[in-house]
């Protein structure tokens, strides 16, 4: 049972549009929800975050948007650029888990268009 | 930034030898660092964590002695597939998170080890 879904295996975008990646969870008790980038033969790099006590948080080019009542949070990216293109992962932490057992989703492959 | 160092990128071993991967942090300590593991089109799993000067942890039907763990330094965590075969081909990656950081501070991903075992 798949705690932390990304539906989108993969999503094509032209660049300079928005690029909006979406995840959703099923645990009500997650406190923490993190998006991680990974190019091809790399790890996964730390993206963005947002702590379940908010509904957004943005850093630049990116926000992540949380809707805990439908248990949904959404990676925006505005506007994208070829170098964006990559797998995104969300994950999302238990409420006092420990500190490395991020729950993942499968990811999911951004392809931004020149 | 932080970096995590992980070795090697990629090995090939014969069935029932043991391979032996290890996870550096290069510019910060780690009192703990996490293995994970992902099967082609499947999300990164936590197999272990894995605590300096004592024994890892285990999460759930990950095999201990089939995985062994060391953690002998602040910068220095070792994952040894034990007798491997091929079902353990897989992507193997580490992680870590500064000890001056708090706990909402992300983890940092080394480049992760492509075993395969033929």
């Known amino acids: 049972d798949q705690q932390v879904k990304q539906n989108s295996p993969s999503l094509s975008v032209q660049e300079g549009r928005i690029s909006i990646l979406n995840c959703d969870y099923t645990?009500?008790?997650?406190?923490?929800f993190l998006w991680y980038k990974k190019y091809p033969a790399e790890g996964p790099t730390f993206l963005i975050s947002?702590?379940?006590?908010?509904d957004k948080n943005e850093d630049g080019r990116f926000t992540v948007f949380l809707n805990k009542s439908a248990k949904h949070l959404s990676l925006h990216i505005v506007p994208s650029q070829p170098g964006d293109s990559a797998v995104y992962f969300c994950?999302?932490?238990?409420?006092?888990?420990?500190?490395?057992?991020?729950?993942f989703g499968k990811g999911t492959k951004l392809s931004v268009k020149p | 930034g932080a970096v995590v160092s992980q070795h090697p990128s990629r090995v090939i071993c014969k069935s029932g030898t043991s391979v032996k991967i290890e996870c550096r942090s290069l510019?910060?300590?780690?009192?703990?660092m996490f293995w994970y593991r992902q099967f082609p089109k499947q999300s990164l799993m936590l197999m272990a964590t894995?605590?300096?000067?004592?024994?890892?942890?285990?999460e759930q039907g990950v095999e201990k002695d089939k995985f062994l763990i060391n953690h002998a330094s602040l910068t220095l965590s070792t994952l040894t597939v034990t007798s491997a075969h091929p079902e353990d081909s897989s992507f193997y990656i580490c992680?870590?998170?500064?000890?001056?950081?708090?706990?909402?501070?992300?983890?940092?991903f080394g480049n992760g080890t492509r075993l395969t075992v033929t």
């Open positions: 992680s870590a998170r500064d000890v001056v950081s708090g706990y909402n501070s992300p983890l940092h």
């Open positions: 645990n009500s008790m997650f406190d923490y």
């Open positions: 947002i702590s379940s006590i908010k």
């Open positions: 994950a999302a932490r238990h409420y006092g888990g420990s500190q490395g057992n991020l729950i």
């Open positions: 510019d910060f300590q780690a009192t703990t």
């Open positions: 894995s605590n300096e000067g004592s024994k890892a942890t285990y």
